[in-house]
């Protein structure tokens, strides 16, 4: 199934290298919303556009930049969607059916407080949560900004430079045989 989605996708940008910073942008910003991110397959995803940067196709500073853009506008987004539920919130996500996800969120949030906003973009099955739980919890909003700015530029390369040495590699390996 995800070969069916990353193969044909790192084909299209390695055709149109010109679309991969929007696409980037654009996979960071779905993979953070609120229970949409659960269907963005990220990993795989931001996987091939480093192997992309790191066999030339791709620059490293402006997908960098649209990670962390696409990362934050995504969060920041989710924040908002938990601040305007805020007091009715549970009853939106059970509505959805999101309720355990929610609560293991809320536990998490309560545990770590602002870590884990940073902890939270690291951890896949929280990244898309702790954002609306930090809006549902009514944390302050210049305090959330400050260390979300701080977790996506972690995060950003985390996911590219796994991808980034593959490319080089398969790049020095052709030249190298």
Known sequence: MLRNLVHPFIQWVSVHPAWGIAATFAIAFCETLAFVGYTVPAVFLLFGVGALIGSGLLPFWPVFAAGVSGAFLGDGSSYLLGRFFRG?????????????????????FQNHGGKSIIMGRMIGPLRPIVPVVSGLSDFPLLRFISIDILACLIWAPLYLLPGMVFGASVDLAAAVS
């Open 88 to 108: 009715h919130g549970s009853r939106f996500v059970e509505h959805r059916g999101i309720r355990t996800n929610l609560a293991r969120g809320q536990r998490f």
